[in-house]
Protein backbone atom coordinates (compact mmCIF):
# COMPACT_ATOMS: atom_id res chain seq x y z
CA UNK A 1 0.00 0.00 0.00
CA UNK A 2 1.06 3.43 -0.74
CA UNK A 3 2.34 5.69 2.13
CA UNK A 4 -0.29 8.56 2.97
CA UNK A 5 0.30 12.01 3.06
CA UNK A 6 -1.40 14.07 4.24
CA UNK A 7 -1.04 17.87 4.44
CA UNK A 8 -2.59 21.15 6.94
CA UNK A 9 -3.11 24.34 5.00
CA UNK A 10 -4.39 27.09 6.50
CA UNK A 11 -4.54 30.48 5.37
CA UNK A 12 -2.93 32.77 8.19
CA UNK A 13 -5.52 34.92 9.27
CA UNK A 14 -4.08 35.22 12.35
CA UNK A 15 -6.42 32.93 14.48
CA UNK A 16 -6.17 29.41 15.02
CA UNK A 17 -10.08 28.72 14.73
CA UNK A 18 -12.18 25.35 16.13
CA UNK A 19 -12.22 24.04 12.50
CA UNK A 20 -9.27 24.50 11.36
CA UNK A 21 -7.89 23.00 14.18
CA UNK A 22 -10.06 19.56 13.96
CA UNK A 23 -8.97 19.82 10.49
CA UNK A 24 -5.55 19.56 11.32
CA UNK A 25 -6.10 16.77 13.73
CA UNK A 26 -8.23 14.93 11.58
CA UNK A 27 -5.22 14.71 8.89
CA UNK A 28 -2.48 14.26 11.18
CA UNK A 29 -4.09 11.20 12.84
CA UNK A 30 -5.45 9.55 9.07
CA UNK A 31 -1.28 10.39 8.63
CA UNK A 32 -0.07 9.14 11.80
CA UNK A 33 -2.33 6.10 12.19
CA UNK A 34 -0.83 4.32 8.59
CA UNK A 35 2.29 5.92 9.62
CA UNK A 36 1.88 7.51 6.85
CA UNK A 37 3.51 11.80 6.42
CA UNK A 38 1.79 14.92 7.67
CA UNK A 39 2.96 18.11 6.06
CA UNK A 40 2.21 21.71 6.91
CA UNK A 41 1.90 24.24 4.41
CA UNK A 42 1.12 27.87 4.44
CA UNK A 43 -1.53 29.54 1.97
CA UNK A 44 -0.45 33.02 1.97
CA UNK A 45 -1.26 34.21 -1.63
CA UNK A 46 -3.91 36.44 -0.73
CA UNK A 47 -1.54 39.11 -0.18
CA UNK A 48 -4.34 42.09 0.89
CA UNK A 49 -5.29 39.67 3.96
CA UNK A 50 -1.51 38.78 4.93
CA UNK A 51 -1.61 39.53 8.84
CA UNK A 52 1.95 39.44 10.08
CA UNK A 53 2.77 37.25 12.78
CA UNK A 54 -0.23 34.53 11.22
CA UNK A 55 2.12 32.17 10.89
CA UNK A 56 3.54 31.77 14.07
CA UNK A 57 0.20 31.80 15.89
CA UNK A 58 -0.87 28.06 13.72
CA UNK A 59 3.30 26.54 14.36
CA UNK A 60 2.17 27.17 18.11
CA UNK A 61 -0.65 26.17 18.04
CA UNK A 62 0.37 22.98 16.13
CA UNK A 63 3.68 22.48 18.62
CA UNK A 64 1.55 23.32 22.27
CA UNK A 65 -1.04 20.16 21.30
CA UNK A 66 1.68 17.77 19.80
CA UNK A 67 1.15 17.82 15.83
CA UNK A 68 4.38 17.63 14.84
CA UNK A 69 4.82 17.55 11.03
CA UNK A 70 7.09 15.63 8.79
CA UNK A 71 8.15 19.15 6.10
CA UNK A 72 7.19 23.10 6.75
CA UNK A 73 7.71 26.07 6.63
CA UNK A 74 9.96 26.66 9.68
CA UNK A 75 11.63 22.72 9.15
CA UNK A 76 11.65 22.51 5.28
CA UNK A 77 11.54 19.60 3.69
CA UNK A 78 11.90 17.80 -0.54
CA UNK A 79 9.31 19.63 -1.71
CA UNK A 80 9.72 23.30 -0.31
CA UNK A 81 9.10 25.53 0.09
CA UNK A 82 6.02 25.62 1.93
CA UNK A 83 5.04 29.27 1.83
CA UNK A 84 2.74 29.58 -1.13
CA UNK A 85 4.27 33.07 -1.16
CA UNK A 86 7.07 31.66 -2.12
CA UNK A 87 6.17 29.39 -5.09
CA UNK A 88 5.08 32.25 -7.28
CA UNK A 89 7.49 30.86 -9.87
CA UNK A 90 6.74 27.40 -9.70
CA UNK A 91 2.59 28.31 -10.39
CA UNK A 92 3.73 30.31 -13.12
CA UNK A 93 5.34 27.28 -14.92
CA UNK A 94 2.46 25.39 -14.52
CA UNK A 95 0.19 27.74 -15.67
CA UNK A 96 1.69 28.22 -18.85
CA UNK A 97 1.91 24.74 -19.15
CA UNK A 98 -2.07 24.46 -19.59
CA UNK A 99 -2.08 27.34 -21.89
CA UNK A 100 0.36 25.27 -23.95
CA UNK A 101 -2.41 22.21 -23.48
CA UNK A 102 -4.99 24.56 -24.16
CA UNK A 103 -6.22 23.94 -20.75
CA UNK A 104 -6.38 27.58 -19.86
CA UNK A 105 -6.22 31.08 -21.30
CA UNK A 106 -5.02 34.79 -21.30
CA UNK A 107 -7.58 36.46 -20.01
CA UNK A 108 -7.29 40.70 -20.34
CA UNK A 109 -10.73 41.66 -19.51
CA UNK A 110 -9.71 43.20 -16.44
CA UNK A 111 -12.26 42.06 -14.01
CA UNK A 112 -11.28 39.76 -11.52
CA UNK A 113 -14.31 38.29 -10.21
CA UNK A 114 -13.86 38.42 -6.03
CA UNK A 115 -13.06 34.43 -4.91
CA UNK A 116 -15.13 34.02 -1.93
CA UNK A 117 -13.65 32.11 1.03
CA UNK A 118 -14.46 28.80 0.25
CA UNK A 119 -12.99 28.93 -3.20
CA UNK A 120 -16.43 29.68 -5.01
CA UNK A 121 -16.35 32.06 -7.80
CA UNK A 122 -18.82 34.30 -9.86
CA UNK A 123 -19.27 34.17 -13.32
CA UNK A 124 -17.05 35.36 -16.66
CA UNK A 125 -18.68 35.51 -19.84
CA UNK A 126 -15.48 33.77 -21.30
CA UNK A 127 -15.16 36.25 -23.42
CA UNK A 128 -10.99 36.22 -23.70
CA UNK A 129 -11.57 32.44 -24.15
CA UNK A 130 -11.10 32.20 -27.39
CA UNK A 131 -9.10 34.92 -28.63
CA UNK A 132 -6.66 34.30 -31.75
CA UNK A 133 -3.01 33.96 -31.29
CA UNK A 134 -2.63 37.08 -32.73
CA UNK A 135 -4.93 38.83 -30.57
CA UNK A 136 -2.97 37.32 -27.46
CA UNK A 137 0.29 38.11 -28.57
CA UNK A 138 -1.03 41.88 -29.44
CA UNK A 139 -1.95 42.51 -26.14
CA UNK A 140 0.84 40.76 -24.74
CA UNK A 141 3.24 42.55 -26.14
CA UNK A 142 1.10 46.42 -25.09
CA UNK A 143 2.12 44.98 -21.56
CA UNK A 144 -1.88 45.03 -21.29
CA UNK A 145 -3.17 43.53 -17.64
CA UNK A 146 -3.72 39.61 -17.82
CA UNK A 147 -4.72 37.14 -15.17
CA UNK A 148 -4.60 33.08 -16.40
CA UNK A 149 -8.13 31.51 -16.45
CA UNK A 150 -8.96 27.64 -16.66
CA UNK A 151 -11.18 26.35 -19.85
CA UNK A 152 -13.18 24.86 -17.95
CA UNK A 153 -15.42 21.87 -19.99
CA UNK A 154 -18.73 23.28 -21.13
CA UNK A 155 -20.35 19.71 -22.03
CA UNK A 156 -20.81 16.83 -19.26
CA UNK A 157 -20.49 16.72 -15.31
CA UNK A 158 -17.71 15.75 -13.08
CA UNK A 159 -17.75 13.60 -10.28
CA UNK A 160 -15.34 12.68 -7.75
CA UNK A 161 -15.54 10.44 -4.63
CA UNK A 162 -15.45 11.99 -1.05
CA UNK A 163 -14.75 9.07 1.53
CA UNK A 164 -17.20 11.09 3.81
CA UNK A 165 -20.10 12.30 1.57
CA UNK A 166 -19.92 9.86 -0.95
CA UNK A 167 -20.19 10.72 -4.96
CA UNK A 168 -20.25 14.48 -5.66
CA UNK A 169 -21.62 15.45 -9.30
CA UNK A 170 -21.46 18.86 -10.50
CA UNK A 171 -22.59 20.17 -13.87
CA UNK A 172 -19.86 21.19 -15.95
CA UNK A 173 -22.20 24.25 -17.34
CA UNK A 174 -22.54 25.46 -14.17
CA UNK A 175 -18.66 25.99 -13.79
CA UNK A 176 -16.49 28.80 -14.24
CA UNK A 177 -13.51 29.57 -16.03
CA UNK A 178 -11.37 30.13 -13.16
CA UNK A 179 -8.64 32.38 -12.77
CA UNK A 180 -5.17 30.30 -11.52
CA UNK A 181 -3.05 33.88 -11.56
CA UNK A 182 -4.25 36.39 -10.63
CA UNK A 183 -2.89 39.84 -12.28
CA UNK A 184 -0.72 40.40 -9.81
CA UNK A 185 0.99 37.23 -11.12
CA UNK A 186 -0.07 35.49 -7.53
CA UNK A 187 -1.76 32.19 -7.70
CA UNK A 188 -5.41 31.58 -6.31
CA UNK A 189 -5.86 29.15 -3.83
CA UNK A 190 -7.56 26.91 -6.38
CA UNK A 191 -4.67 26.59 -8.27
CA UNK A 192 -2.16 26.66 -5.97
CA UNK A 193 -3.33 24.16 -3.99
CA UNK A 194 -3.82 21.61 -6.72
CA UNK A 195 -0.56 22.29 -7.66
CA UNK A 196 1.51 21.48 -4.29
CA UNK A 197 -0.47 18.63 -3.24
CA UNK A 198 0.54 17.46 -6.65
CA UNK A 199 4.35 18.26 -5.89
CA UNK A 200 4.25 17.30 -2.49
CA UNK A 201 2.62 14.12 -2.85
CA UNK A 202 -0.30 14.81 -1.17
CA UNK A 203 -2.65 12.47 -1.72
CA UNK A 204 -5.31 12.26 0.82
CA UNK A 205 -6.55 15.76 1.19
CA UNK A 206 -8.83 16.35 4.41
CA UNK A 207 -10.64 20.07 4.49
CA UNK A 208 -13.88 21.78 5.33
CA UNK A 209 -16.90 20.69 3.69
CA UNK A 210 -17.56 24.46 2.36
CA UNK A 211 -14.93 23.14 -0.43
CA UNK A 212 -17.34 19.95 -1.31
CA UNK A 213 -18.76 21.96 -4.10
CA UNK A 214 -15.96 23.90 -5.82
CA UNK A 215 -13.90 20.64 -5.67
CA UNK A 216 -14.85 19.33 -9.30
CA UNK A 217 -13.16 22.56 -10.37
CA UNK A 218 -9.77 20.87 -8.84
CA UNK A 219 -10.88 17.54 -10.20
CA UNK A 220 -10.75 19.20 -13.76
CA UNK A 221 -7.24 20.92 -13.38
CA UNK A 222 -6.01 17.14 -12.24
CA UNK A 223 -7.74 15.93 -15.15
CA UNK A 224 -6.04 18.47 -17.47
CA UNK A 225 -2.45 18.11 -16.62
CA UNK A 226 -3.28 14.35 -16.28
CA UNK A 227 -2.42 13.81 -12.72
CA UNK A 228 -4.17 11.11 -9.99
CA UNK A 229 -6.90 12.61 -7.77
CA UNK A 230 -6.32 12.87 -3.95
CA UNK A 231 -8.43 10.59 -1.54
CA UNK A 232 -10.82 13.43 0.12
CA UNK A 233 -12.06 13.63 3.37
CA UNK A 234 -14.93 16.62 3.68
CA UNK A 235 -15.50 17.81 7.49
CA UNK A 236 -18.96 17.71 8.68
CA UNK A 237 -20.23 21.49 9.61
CA UNK A 238 -19.37 22.49 13.30
CA UNK A 239 -22.65 24.14 14.55
CA UNK A 240 -23.18 26.10 17.81
CA UNK A 241 -26.31 25.86 19.82
CA UNK A 242 -28.27 29.38 20.23
CA UNK A 243 -29.99 30.42 23.15
CA UNK A 244 -33.50 29.84 21.47
CA UNK A 245 -31.92 26.37 21.28
CA UNK A 246 -31.53 26.36 17.41
CA UNK A 247 -28.48 26.24 15.96
CA UNK A 248 -26.30 27.46 12.91
CA UNK A 249 -22.65 27.41 11.80
CA UNK A 250 -20.62 28.12 14.91
CA UNK A 251 -18.77 31.61 15.11
CA UNK A 252 -18.17 34.00 17.96
CA UNK A 253 -21.44 34.64 19.67
CA UNK A 254 -21.55 30.67 20.76
CA UNK A 255 -18.55 31.53 22.95
CA UNK A 256 -14.44 31.69 22.57
CA UNK A 257 -14.23 29.60 18.98
CA UNK A 258 -10.05 30.28 18.39
CA UNK A 259 -7.76 27.53 20.13
CA UNK A 260 -5.56 31.11 21.82
CA UNK A 261 -9.57 32.14 22.77
CA UNK A 262 -10.33 28.91 24.72
CA UNK A 263 -6.89 28.52 26.25
CA UNK A 264 -7.48 32.40 27.92
CA UNK A 265 -10.76 31.18 29.60
CA UNK A 266 -8.94 28.26 30.95
CA UNK A 267 -9.69 25.41 28.89
CA UNK A 268 -6.36 22.86 28.81
CA UNK A 269 -4.95 21.83 25.32
CA UNK A 270 -5.61 18.73 26.02
CA UNK A 271 -8.90 18.87 26.69
CA UNK A 272 -9.64 20.81 23.79
CA UNK A 273 -7.74 18.54 21.49
CA UNK A 274 -9.82 16.09 23.25
CA UNK A 275 -13.16 17.33 22.56
CA UNK A 276 -12.30 18.44 19.04
CA UNK A 277 -11.82 14.92 17.66
CA UNK A 278 -15.48 14.18 19.03
CA UNK A 279 -16.54 16.78 16.67
CA UNK A 280 -17.60 14.47 13.31
CA UNK A 281 -16.08 11.21 14.46
CA UNK A 282 -16.76 8.71 17.42
CA UNK A 283 -14.95 6.13 18.73
CA UNK A 284 -15.98 2.52 17.60
CA UNK A 285 -16.36 2.02 21.95
CA UNK A 286 -18.22 4.70 24.14
CA UNK A 287 -14.90 5.99 25.72
CA UNK A 288 -14.61 9.64 25.85
CA UNK A 289 -10.95 10.37 27.47
CA UNK A 290 -8.35 10.41 24.50
CA UNK A 291 -4.71 11.49 24.81
CA UNK A 292 -3.24 11.94 21.36
CA UNK A 293 -1.73 8.75 21.19
CA UNK A 294 -4.44 7.22 21.83
CA UNK A 295 -6.24 8.54 19.20
CA UNK A 296 -3.44 8.01 16.69
CA UNK A 297 -3.99 4.30 17.24
CA UNK A 298 -7.79 4.15 17.37
CA UNK A 299 -8.49 6.87 15.14
CA UNK A 300 -9.95 5.45 11.71
CA UNK A 301 -11.36 7.63 9.06
CA UNK A 302 -13.98 5.15 8.23
CA UNK A 303 -15.59 6.41 11.17
CA UNK A 304 -15.89 10.39 10.46
CA UNK A 305 -19.65 11.39 10.05
CA UNK A 306 -20.94 13.43 7.57
CA UNK A 307 -23.79 14.86 9.46
CA UNK A 308 -22.87 18.21 11.55
CA UNK A 309 -21.55 18.37 15.08
CA UNK A 310 -22.44 20.34 17.43
CA UNK A 311 -19.67 22.64 19.64
CA UNK A 312 -21.53 21.90 23.48
CA UNK A 313 -19.56 23.80 25.87
CA UNK A 314 -20.75 22.05 28.74
CA UNK A 315 -19.55 19.05 27.41
CA UNK A 316 -16.19 20.67 26.71
CA UNK A 317 -16.42 21.93 30.41
CA UNK A 318 -16.91 18.82 31.87
CA UNK A 319 -14.24 17.15 29.80
CA UNK A 320 -11.54 20.05 30.94
CA UNK A 321 -12.81 19.13 34.53
CA UNK A 322 -11.90 15.66 34.12
CA UNK A 323 -8.76 16.76 32.93
CA UNK A 324 -8.79 18.84 35.65
CA UNK A 325 -9.01 16.48 38.12
CA UNK A 326 -6.71 13.87 36.36
CA UNK A 327 -3.70 16.25 37.47
CA UNK A 328 -1.30 15.70 40.80
CA UNK A 329 -1.66 18.88 42.71
CA UNK A 330 1.54 20.07 41.61
CA UNK A 331 0.70 19.97 38.00
CA UNK A 332 -2.65 21.67 38.80
CA UNK A 333 -0.54 24.58 40.81
CA UNK A 334 1.61 25.04 37.29
CA UNK A 335 -1.48 25.46 35.15
CA UNK A 336 -3.75 27.21 37.52
CA UNK A 337 -0.85 29.48 38.61
CA UNK A 338 -1.76 32.47 36.16
CA UNK A 339 -4.90 32.35 37.16
CA UNK A 340 -4.11 32.60 40.93
CA UNK A 341 -1.71 35.50 40.10
CA UNK A 342 -4.81 37.84 38.46
CA UNK A 343 -6.14 38.21 42.13
CA UNK A 344 -3.64 37.32 44.36
CA UNK A 345 -0.73 39.53 44.81
CA UNK A 346 1.08 38.07 47.71
CA UNK A 347 1.47 34.39 48.47
CA UNK A 348 -1.17 32.39 50.79
CA UNK A 349 0.42 30.66 54.21
CA UNK A 350 -0.64 26.63 52.72
CA UNK A 351 -0.48 27.16 48.70
CA UNK A 352 -0.88 23.46 48.73
CA UNK A 353 -4.65 24.01 50.77
CA UNK A 354 -5.50 26.42 48.27
CA UNK A 355 -4.77 23.97 45.25
CA UNK A 356 -6.22 21.14 46.77
CA UNK A 357 -9.44 23.40 47.82
CA UNK A 358 -9.75 24.27 44.13
CA UNK A 359 -8.72 21.37 41.44
CA UNK A 360 -12.17 19.45 42.22
CA UNK A 361 -13.90 22.49 42.22
CA UNK A 362 -13.36 24.15 39.26
CA UNK A 363 -14.12 23.16 35.48
CA UNK A 364 -12.27 25.80 33.62
CA UNK A 365 -9.44 27.74 34.74
CA UNK A 366 -10.85 31.48 34.44
CA UNK A 367 -13.45 30.49 37.45
CA UNK A 368 -10.57 30.78 39.89
CA UNK A 369 -10.07 33.91 40.51
CA UNK A 370 -13.42 35.09 41.17
CA UNK A 371 -13.31 31.98 43.39
CA UNK A 372 -10.29 33.38 45.58
CA UNK A 373 -10.66 36.96 45.47
CA UNK A 374 -11.71 37.01 49.37
CA UNK A 375 -7.87 35.84 50.16
CA UNK A 376 -6.24 38.54 49.07
CA UNK A 377 -7.95 40.29 51.28
CA UNK A 378 -11.35 40.53 53.94
CA UNK A 379 -13.99 41.84 51.78
CA UNK A 380 -15.77 44.29 53.67
CA UNK A 381 -19.40 42.82 53.97
CA UNK A 382 -22.87 43.19 55.70
CA UNK A 383 -22.15 42.53 59.22
CA UNK A 384 -25.96 41.53 59.70
CA UNK A 385 -25.01 38.16 57.70
CA UNK A 386 -24.33 36.70 61.10
CA UNK A 387 -27.50 36.58 61.52
CA UNK A 388 -29.16 33.87 60.06
CA UNK A 389 -32.01 31.64 60.91
CA UNK A 390 -31.47 28.78 59.14
CA UNK A 391 -28.02 28.37 60.52
CA UNK A 392 -29.66 29.38 64.03
CA UNK A 393 -27.19 32.38 64.46
CA UNK A 394 -28.17 35.89 65.84
CA UNK A 395 -25.19 38.54 66.31
CA UNK A 396 -25.37 37.75 69.86
CA UNK A 397 -24.40 34.03 69.60
CA UNK A 398 -22.01 34.93 66.59
CA UNK A 399 -20.30 36.94 69.39
CA UNK A 400 -19.92 34.65 71.94
CA UNK A 401 -18.78 31.94 68.82
CA UNK A 402 -15.98 34.20 68.08
CA UNK A 403 -14.80 34.99 71.04
CA UNK A 404 -14.58 31.80 72.46
CA UNK A 405 -13.40 30.37 68.50
CA UNK A 406 -10.62 32.96 68.87
CA UNK A 407 -9.50 31.50 72.20
CA UNK A 408 -8.81 27.93 71.61
CA UNK A 409 -7.58 28.66 67.70
CA UNK A 410 -4.74 30.96 69.61
CA UNK A 411 -3.17 27.44 71.18
CA UNK A 412 -3.40 25.45 67.91
CA UNK A 413 -0.26 24.57 66.41
CA UNK A 414 -1.07 21.94 63.65
CA UNK A 415 -2.90 24.51 61.44
CA UNK A 416 -4.81 22.38 59.26
CA UNK A 417 -8.36 21.31 58.06
CA UNK A 418 -8.57 18.27 60.31
CA UNK A 419 -7.33 19.97 63.56
CA UNK A 420 -9.19 22.83 62.57
CA UNK A 421 -12.31 21.15 62.04
CA UNK A 422 -11.99 19.12 65.24
CA UNK A 423 -11.32 22.02 67.71
CA UNK A 424 -14.38 24.17 66.23
CA UNK A 425 -16.81 21.14 66.49
CA UNK A 426 -15.41 20.99 70.45
CA UNK A 427 -16.30 23.89 70.92
CA UNK A 428 -19.67 23.96 69.58
CA UNK A 429 -20.36 20.86 71.54
CA UNK A 430 -18.88 22.86 74.61
CA UNK A 431 -20.93 25.95 73.87
CA UNK A 432 -24.14 24.04 73.56
CA UNK A 433 -24.50 25.53 69.69
CA UNK A 434 -25.04 23.45 66.63
CA UNK A 435 -21.77 22.94 64.72
CA UNK A 436 -23.24 24.32 61.40
CA UNK A 437 -23.65 27.73 63.14
CA UNK A 438 -20.19 27.80 64.57
CA UNK A 439 -18.97 27.19 61.02
CA UNK A 440 -21.02 29.64 59.12
CA UNK A 441 -20.14 32.30 61.73
CA UNK A 442 -16.69 31.75 61.22
CA UNK A 443 -16.69 31.02 57.27
CA UNK A 444 -18.26 34.80 56.95
CA UNK A 445 -15.98 35.96 59.62
CA UNK A 446 -12.72 34.64 57.60
CA UNK A 447 -14.13 34.79 54.18
CA UNK A 448 -16.46 37.80 53.72
CA UNK A 449 -18.19 35.65 51.70
CA UNK A 450 -21.81 33.72 51.85
CA UNK A 451 -20.60 31.61 49.19
CA UNK A 452 -17.21 30.25 49.32
CA UNK A 453 -15.07 27.53 47.99
CA UNK A 454 -14.18 25.03 51.09
CA UNK A 455 -15.50 25.88 54.09
CA UNK A 456 -14.36 27.76 57.04
CA UNK A 457 -11.82 25.22 58.07
CA UNK A 458 -10.10 24.47 54.72
CA UNK A 459 -10.32 28.62 53.95
CA UNK A 460 -8.25 28.65 57.63
CA UNK A 461 -6.14 25.89 56.47
CA UNK A 462 -5.18 28.19 53.26
CA UNK A 463 -4.76 31.18 55.25
CA UNK A 464 -2.59 30.34 57.74
CA UNK A 465 -3.34 30.66 61.51
CA UNK A 466 -1.68 34.49 61.97
CA UNK A 467 -4.12 35.60 59.23
CA UNK A 468 -7.22 33.61 59.90
CA UNK A 469 -6.86 34.91 63.39
CA UNK A 470 -6.15 38.36 62.60
CA UNK A 471 -9.74 38.45 60.42
CA UNK A 472 -11.79 36.78 63.52
CA UNK A 473 -10.69 39.69 65.30
CA UNK A 474 -11.76 42.28 62.18
CA UNK A 475 -14.78 41.16 62.87
CA UNK A 476 -15.19 40.41 66.01
CA UNK A 477 -14.43 44.41 66.33
CA UNK A 478 -17.16 45.27 64.81
CA UNK A 479 -19.94 43.18 66.53
N1 LIG B 1 -6.18 27.53 2.83
C1 LIG B 1 -7.42 26.82 2.84
C2 LIG B 1 -8.15 27.15 4.11
O1 LIG B 1 -7.53 27.57 5.07
C3 LIG B 1 -7.14 25.34 2.79
C4 LIG B 1 -8.20 24.50 2.22
C5 LIG B 1 -7.63 23.13 1.92
O2 LIG B 1 -7.25 22.46 2.88
O3 LIG B 1 -7.53 22.78 0.76
O4 LIG B 1 -9.36 27.04 4.17
Request: glycine letters at 6%; aromatic letters at 10%; a negative charge.
Amino acid sequence: MKEIVTRFAPSPTGYMHIGNLRTALYSYLIARHSGGKFILRIEDTDRERFVAGAEKVIIDTLHTIGLTYDEGPDIGGPAGPYRQSERKDIYTHYAKMLIDKGCAYYCFCGKEEKQTDNGNFAAYNGHCRNLTQAEIDENLAAGKPYVIRFKMPRDGETTYHDNVFGDITVENNTMYDLILIKSDGFPTYNFAHVIDDHLMNVNTVVRGSEYITSTPQYVQIYRAFGWDLPEYYHLPLIMGKNEDGSVSKLSKRHGSVTFADMVANGYLPEAILNYIVMLGWHPKDEREIFSLNDLVEIFDPADIRKSSAIFDYDKLKWLNAKYLTNMTTSEFGIVAQPFIEKVLTHEVANFDALLRLLQPRVQILSEIPEKIEFFQALPEFDINLLENSKKKTTLENAKTILKNALEKLNTVDSWNNDTLFNVLNALAEELGIKSMSVMWVIRLAVSGNVVTVGGATEIMEVLGKAESIARMATTLERL
